[in-house]
């Protein structure tokens, strides 16, 4: 047994050894790309549902959070016997609180001014994330709030005509995130739905609001939980109740597109990732016939042969996974963090191990797909053909080779090259299609109008912004590894095509002709990857938004399709001409048989 | 099947293609090498002496016939049972060598040994031995990129004879050689041929068919002529020939 195990071990490291390095890093950047937006997406879908556990947890949050419609005295009225009603356990305030224009930075908005004390309350006890808490003269906002309207600490803003100083930024459960919060408001007050929340001493509140009347909030707790959990909302005898279940559902809404964009991404990048696998192991075949066949020659069984290369790619695989994982999660404080206008972010505790079992699954199953295609060709292989280390020759498609002999020649050139390996064509193909599909969706994203508006000013959406910073993220990770992979199959389609390209040299093709002809070649299927790509990418943004969706003007799109249509051709043209420098003896001559 | 003889073919049949592009690689042949037999084999490029060769080893699977190995029946064995055989009971010499590129050539010899589930303690003492036998023990670590023809063939037969196998088939073992290569191989297999190793060897080299104890020729997939050699006890005769 130690003697197989070593027989295993020592195979795979030296065959790695042997690899060209960047076999080996591709196949590594491919299953790390997948795994790393898995673990994105995953560490996001934790930020949805735990910090504003967390934060409620942290802040002494209310079960239920209670706003009468009416003002002043009247409205303390109708909140005085709700907190000594039968099953409540606790409660805090009543806050009060005036709806005022609020102008920061030049910029005019609602806001929800609450009046709070330096008294420590039973509920709802926010939790300061930069700066001090509340003071006379100082104002200090909801982060979320305080970042969309560019507001920092030690700036002055008006509130109702009177200034007061950012001193600090405080999270709190009573109440979801800018632009959630979901006010609901009596007529004739200047209040909007999405209006941001700051807090100032209750000693001022007075005086800011001036002669408009005050509201107030009082935060209760239940002993019977199911008298928070059974609604979300409600409004009994001219009181709006809000739920924290509520509450946290309109707060998971900031980063809920984010979310999605990070899911549709990551099957994307798989899928890409599978293909460009599928790619080099399938380029890598022709190499492992022989070793397969020398292993079978000297005794190795099916089982030993799955286990050598298995082995291999699942070292990889490992790697991948690791680097995946880590790259995921130090990603993700991005995209949750800075103000998500809740305590805690992914980036501080360590992965979830369901994170972590499911971004190793996900890179092991892609390593184990590599490594099942070798070890079936194995075990079909009669052991003397694969020992004759044919690689699988050429293929000739008579029609295309008739087509071409009616072409200029930089086309003839191209679809005779194309003719020969049609496995390289379809992957150029799916590599553009891919690629296409993310950044048309991308397109769509941008063409959004990305601002919320808040009585006569537009502020831009945290919510917009987060979605277009994980599409964002995907699609250049999506892009880096289609680049590389462009690379690649240029290179080897080069390599593969030296030898008649030299022929063709010594029929009298120009060098320009020749270099030509690799870019058709490589152009031909990025065509149709391209045209299906930009539909595929509407669509896919369609699918998956909500709302009225505006449609990316067409022009955005044509110079999408161009763009990638130039970049693939330059790719090739590189290459094609350091090829076509050589003199035509020497590629007719290093070329493999 | 009849008789003791340790590799046994009878009505052994291996076609290619079909039509009139059939060719009849191997045509009912019947074969009995017995234990201690060195055998060769020639004819013309062609007909059929690699695909027999690939047959007796269980390379390939016949068409039509029986093929027994000692007890055990090689053309309808499972593809296991036939790797398990390989590395116990069966050496392979290849024309183009067939060395693991990435190992060294003493890590080539114990590949079989380590296969066949020998402690990688005890592989290496066998491969050690086996590469001195063969002349190359100060070559051990060298990579097959760094040794010469005959040299990288000397391993091959190392490896070969790894198990102790019960017959090494050898597919034109000096067909890549030059001359002087060619006589460290002959004398390799003369000293097999002295231990008492079953040995099968496809060859065009009359030199190897010299020291055979049996030469067969083949001519389009059938035996024309099966000669015991009378003079293989004093094969010095024969060295002394063309030494
Ligand atoms: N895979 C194959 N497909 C079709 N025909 C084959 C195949 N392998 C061998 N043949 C044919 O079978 C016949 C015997 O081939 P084989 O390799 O056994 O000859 P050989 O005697 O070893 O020749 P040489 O001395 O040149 O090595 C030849 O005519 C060859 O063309
Ligand atoms: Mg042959």
Redesign the pocket.
Known sequence: MAGRLLLVCRLMVRDLRRRRTETVLLLLLAISAATATLTLGLALNNALAQPYERTRAATAGPDVVATPGATGAEALAALAPLAAAPGVTAHSGPYPMAYLMLTARGKTVPAVVQGRDNSSAALDRPAVTAGTWVRPGGVVFEPTFANALGVHIGDTVDINGHPLRVVGTAVTAARAVYPSADWRAHAGSPLTESAGLVWVDSSQIGALAGARPLSYTLNLRYADPRASTSFTHKRTDGIEYSSWVGIAEADGRLVKPARLALMVGSWLLTALAVASVANIVAGRVVDQRRRVGLLKAVGAGPAMIAAVHLAEYLVIGLAAAGAGLAAGWLAAPALTSPGAGLLGSTGTHPPALRTVLAATVLALAIAAAAALAPVLRAATTDT??AL?DAATPPRRRGWRVWLSRRMPTALLIGVRINARRPRRVRFVMVNTLITTTGLAALLMGLAQDRHVRLGETELVNPRSTRTLQAMLLVIVVLCVLALINAVVSTWTAVLDARQPLAVARTLGATPAQVTVGMAVAQLLPAIPGVALGIPAGIGLYLITSMGDIQYAPASWMYALALTVLFTVAVLTAIPALAATRRPVADALQSTPT | MTGSALLRARGVTRW??RGSAL?R??DEVDLEVPAGQTLAIM??????????LHLLGGLQRPADGEIWLAEHRIDTMSERGLARLRRHHIGFVFQSFHLMDELTAVENVELAALLAGQSPRRARQRAMTLLDRVGLADRAKHLPSALSGGQRQRVAIARALSNEPLVVLA??PTGNLDSAATLEVLRLFEELRTTGQTLVV?T?DARIAAVADRVIS?RD?SFADDSQLAGTADAGTVYGGWR
Request: hydrophobic share 35%; net charge negative; with cysteine.
């Open positions: 003397v053909d004759a | 290619y293609g060719v690689a191997v004819g013309p490029s062609g007909c059929g002496k690699s695909t027999l597919d034109e496809v065009h083949m997939g």
